[in-house]
């Protein structure tokens, strides 16, 4: 901590890379398997709840909005994986103050920084920041800092490993100053804003595809039913393996392009790049989307079509993909600024994907979406309105 200047931009919007690098370096041990591992009950804890929530709520004719759904379940379990900060809001089926501080954050986060590309629009930007918008964010901020000071004095009495240890470790000196409490702040709101956002709309996203798909979701029942007599035989370890649910998950993450607002703008040293010499300070983006959607890489890119990710030997596996570029496919993307978190969103969307088909028959009750048409970008995905009904499904004992 003490390497850090007086900016300090934890990690995601660190853009020195010598202070990213050793703020990265500090992190890393919270990804590692084994602390991983140990954090995997905290998820079940949260996904059983939604499961449990959704067979007494989930079985009426209005059915559920799993735009709600999805991002609580992201959202309570990404506060109590960062500082052990319980929202409640699977059991309280409600958004938290929080959530929609967070939420107000991300759209003034994407409105100020069009107007730093448009000035001449900044006035009308700030006629348009909601007042609610206004008290929510310091609310959220104040609320965050209050629970990492509480999860800082009982540091000795943990209910379960979180991210906060390793800012923090047992037995470590308290930070004192205002600078060293601040890094704790950014960098465990950004695990928060990194994980909540991007784990919600990637599990929405897949019911949003698979429910207009009724024989890939036939074989994802299929896989996870015959695989898994009992539902407490679902287990990360055992997911891992299973062919169907990660070509789902690869061809969710490839279709949506989860992290595709960031544009992941980098700033030029002053580079070659393929025969071209890049200015510093030139500011260079790129689009995973753009390559992702591109039939020069993929076969009918704009299909949902997870059979392009099996291996050759799978009775699924179909040719007409055997062509597909994955080179530049990295939806986590690739090097130092790589996601630390991406082992966690994949046994994330694993778990709750397969105890979700284990556990119900689905039917839409909303309007039919259409990708192109219904869903935009703004610093993130929206998630319109999708009503399901959760129906249990009924097993011989
Ligand atoms: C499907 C889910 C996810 C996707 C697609 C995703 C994707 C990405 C991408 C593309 C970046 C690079 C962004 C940039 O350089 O501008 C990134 C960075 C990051 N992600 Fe994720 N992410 C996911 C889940 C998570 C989770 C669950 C966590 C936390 C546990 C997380 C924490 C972070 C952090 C802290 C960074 C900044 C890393 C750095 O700059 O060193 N992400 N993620």
Sequence with gaps: MDGLGDEDDGLLWERDPEKHRVASKAMSPAFSSNALRAKIPTLNKYIDMMISQMRDHGQDEAGLDVSEWFTWLAMDSATDLACGWELHELRDMKSHDFLEGMDAAG????????????????????????????????????????????????????????FCEQLLPVGKEVPKTRKQLRHMLTVLGQLIIGGYDTTSVVTYMFFFFVLRNPEVLRELKREIRENFPRYEDITAENLKSLPWLNACMQETLRVVTVATHHSLPRISPGAMVNGIYVPKGVICRTSLFTYNRSERFFHDPSSFRPERWLARDHPKYDPVFADDNHRGYMPFITGPRQCPGREMAKITFRLVVSKLFWSFDVVQVSKRLEFDKDFRVYSIWTKPELRVRFLPVKREV
């Design 107 to 162: 759209m003034l986060a994407i409105v100020l920084s069009t107007a730093k590309i448009y000035p001449i629009l900044t006035p009308a930007v700030m006629l348009l920041t909601s007042w609610r918008a206004m008290t929510l964010i310091p609310k959220m901020i104040n609320g965050l800092r209050a629970k990492v000071v509480e999860r800082i004095e009982r540091r000795d009495s943990l209910m379960h490993p979180d």
